[in-house]
């Protein structure tokens, strides 16, 4: 049923899609970006619909899915893990994905809805221990388009990964602009000794 509503939503509103998934593999993380408004996740609901995404996981604290309302955020795809300081998120997630003969999660790499001068790198830590391929997605409030671009497993250069993350995400329009990626504020912390 909240595929269906989905799929109106997405029709309703105008939005598009540029890009695919497919050949979808059995275990991949998807970044998410601009994030720039709590919309956001709705737009997200609505493109995992549409890309048939059918099992795709967010991660949300522990204490989201205890009773009463526990039910309604697996059902809408969250998964629990502890995000006490004392556990380590990237080892967590790692771990999730070893253990399951198939996994996907969609991240989103800014952390926040505020603006932000670096991404987070977390998610290119789990791809890389898991052995994932990673897709960027991005949400164009402009074109209300939803852009798919080809998946990449991280490389021997985290600097240049993550420059060409900046590049896709700095050309996508989120729902407020003025919240997105700059590259200008960006270029100076995508050196290794900031990434790494």
């Not at 695919?20 to 998410?32: A, R």
């Amino acid at each position: 049923m909240f595929k269906a509503l989905y799929k109106y939503w997405f029709r309703k509103g105008g939005w598009s899609v540029e890009g695919s998934l497919e050949p979808m593999p059995d275990k991949f993380i998807v970044i998410v970006g601009p994030h720039t408004a709590s919309v956001d996740f709705f737009v997200g609901l609505m493109a995992k619909a549409i890309l048939n995404l059918d099992s795709i996981k967010f991660l949300g604290k522990s204490q989201l899915f205890k009773f009463p309302h526990g039910f309604i955020f697996r059902a809408l795809g969250g998964f629990p893990v502890e995000r006490s300081k004392d556990n380590n998120l990237v080892d967590t997630v790692t771990e999730i994905f070893n253990s399951h003969d198939k996994f996907c999660i969609a991240l989103a790499p800014e952390g926040t809805r505020s603006k932000v001068e670096r991404l987070k790198t977390g998610f290119y830590h789990i791809a890389k221990n898991a052995g994932v391929p990673i897709y960027p997605i991005g949400f164009d409030f402009r074109t209300k388009t939803i852009i798919v671009k080809d998946a990449f497993i991280p490389g021997t250069s985290m600097a240049n990964d993550f420059k060409m993350l900046l590049e896709f995400y700095a050309k996508i329009e989120g729902k407020n602009p003025e919240l997105g990626i700059d590259m200008t504020i960006h270029e100076k912390t995508i050196q290794p000794s900031n990434i790494d």
